[in-house]
């Protein structure tokens, strides 16, 4: 293909970048994500008198000032966009292949590292939008605190320019970047990116993190100046992140920080190598051309077949409509199976050994080790499996089709049974411990996390229309239950053996009804002609 010339690649890379800032800000994740953030924002700062906090230096916290409400929403936005605003970026190529644009883009003169520069600008511009509605909060936020009246533009923005905004162009990056690695680019690519973050969020706020990392110690360092010069006996070190205090923290003053060349220039590496990691797909991108398919281009070339005439029409005999007395009763079992087929379709034989050995695990484990190491390890396997759950009608495009059989909800009780089938294999080798042991409280749990995983997957499913959103929760959920946090333990994980979970199994096991109510709702209420009508309604224009 021949190249543009530069004004017109200019041209044609903000012409991409627009249309997929566009396109973002009308899904409904965008704004689900953007009011986190903003959730965030206000968390960030707390009330004066509040027993937590997120950003502190031992028993001190900064005066809430333009330079310390800046710089504590940007930390806290820095580390929520780079995990969610990940999620939200993610997937233009594949975007672009099933709406027929990737043909359109193919059939120009548009290079592909233009394309690629476009769709990682795309990607920033998103993320930066939702910076710069956290930068508005920051001022809302200081006044509404009252501890300063002034102010200061440049200290409140400093902190999203040079420590927030770098960070941003690198997870834009990264999101296009595993959209075209074989093997990233479906849901493996969103469960390995949570533990990249995690990483990222704690080796990032060291001093000796890569090119300055988060960017947060250069701050820290004027923070912990103004401190002693203050307080000369202030002990402690930097924590980012909610924290539970006892008595409300000591206030000290800090003017903000005045960014060094050499913390510059790393920050700007990392805004260069971003650009790099963005354009290195061009290296193996097919651009959507089908002859530059390898398995299209060694694909033996059939021929077609004879034409033959067309047998006539068998006539059936008329029956009525299919109910479950013509049925026999066998309707669901049919139903059920034929979802559990669907959906561990395509699992690979040592995906199932993998399985197995961890069930199997179990019955070497000591003590409470069943429900401790191995249930958690165990219910992360499927989780690519459970995504699946309420999100491939639409994925596919049959959703419609679905939606105008006879009692859908069938269909979709079939679904959730096969999830709850999948979800009982995978943590078989726990339970049978727990029932060896006459664990009781532990087989409540077991059951009922049983039930909630699936209706949590099969809600988030239906109502996105995607499997995105169940992978970017269940993860920091699974992440929380597996490492102590008995409040999110949905598991029983944390508890001591023939003890109740903080969590208890009733309260879970209604969650789960809900869940699953929230998909049955609509369907019982909806007549069969909206059905027949598709997600608009019977009234919309065709």
């Known amino acids: 293909m021949s190249a543009a010339p530069a004004g017109r690649g200019l041209g044609a890379v903000a012409g991409v970048a627009l249309a997929d800032l566009r396109d973002r800000i009308r899904r409904p994740s965008y704004a689900v994500t953007l009011l986190a953030a903003v959730a965030l924002g206000w968390l960030a700062v707390p009330a004066p008198g509040a027993h937590w906090v997120i950003l502190q230096i031992g028993d001190h916290r900064g005066t809430y000032n333009s330079a310390y409400v800046g710089l504590a929403t940007a930390l806290a936005g820095t580390l929520w966009l780079a995990l969610g605003g990940f999620y939200v970026v993610r997937g233009v190529p594949a975007r672009d292949e099933s709406s027929g644009v990737g043909r ?9 590292t233009a394309y690629f520069a476009g769709k990682l600008l795309g990607n920033v511009l998103v993320l930066a939008s939702m910076l710069v509605v956290l930068a508005v909060t920051a001022p809302v936020m200081q006044l509404l ?33 595993t959209d075209t690695v074989p093997g990233l680019r479906g849901g493996l690519g969103n469960v390995v990116w949570f533990f990249v973050w995690l990483a990222f969020a704690f080796a990032g706020q060291g001093p000796g993190a890569p090119l300055g990392g988060i960017g947060v110690h250069e701050a820290t360092r004027s923070m912990r100046a103004d401190l002693l010069a203050q307080a000369p006996g202030a002990r402690g070190d930097f924590s980012l992140g909610f924290t539970y205090t006892d008595t409300p923290l ?14 510059l220039l790393g920050r700007a590496a990392i805004v260069a190598l971003a650009v ?10 097919t651009r959507f051309d ?21 047998a006539p029409p068998r006539t059936a005999p008329v029956q009525g409509p299919l109910t479950p007395a013509r049925t026999g009763g066998l309707l669901f079992p049919r139903l059920y199976a034929a979802e559990l087929r669907i959906l561990v379709q395509g699992t690979r034989w040592w995906w199932w050994s993998a399985a197995a050995l961890t069930t199997l695990t179990a019955f070497a484990a000591t003590g409470s080790g069943a429900t401790r190491f191995v249930l958690p390890a165990a219910w992360i396997w499927p989780v690519l499996l459970w995504s699946r759950l309420g999100s491939q009608a639409a994925e596919h495009r049959v959703d419609t089709l679905l939606g105008a059989a006879p009692r859908p909800y069938r ?6 049974a096969a999830g709850v089938t999948l979800t009982a294999v995978t943590g078989l080798g726990p339970l049978a411990v727990l029932l060896r042991d006459g664990d ?65 199994p009733p309260v879970l096991a209604a969650l789960s009804a809900l869940l699953l109510g929230t998909v049955l709702a609509p369907l019982l209420r909806r007549p069969a002609a909206a059905r027949l009508s598709g997600p608009a309604g019977p009234g919309s224009p065709p």
């Open 104 to 112: 359109l883009l193919a059939a120009t003169p548009l290079r592909t």
């Open 145 to 177: 605190r009252g501890e300063s009246r002034t102010v200061d533009p440049v200290a409140l923005l400093l902190p999203f320019a040079v420590l927030a905004l770098p960070v941003m162009v690198a997870v834009a990056a990264a999101a296009l970047l």
């Open 250 to 263: 000591r206030v000290f003053t800090w003017d903000g920080f005045t960014p060094g060349g050499s913390f």
């Open 276 to 285: 790099l990691c963005a354009l290195l797909p061009g290296l193996w991108f």
């Open 290 to 310: 089908p002859a530059r398919t390898r398995a299209r281009a060694t694909a033996p070339v059939r021929p077609p077949a004879p034409r033959q005439a067309a």
């Open 411 to 416: 269909r979709v009780l079939a679904e959730w």
């Open 440 to 504: 009781s409280p532990g087989v409540a749990c077991w059951l009922a996390a049983a039930a909630f995983i699936p209706s949590l997957a099969l809600a988030l499913g239906t109502r996105s229309r995607g499997h995105r959103l169940f992978q970017g929760l269940y993860v920091p959920l699974w992440y929380a239950a597996a490492n102590g946090l008995s409040a999110l333990d949905f598991m029983g994980a944390t508890r001591a053996p023939g003890t109740s979970a903080t969590l208890p």
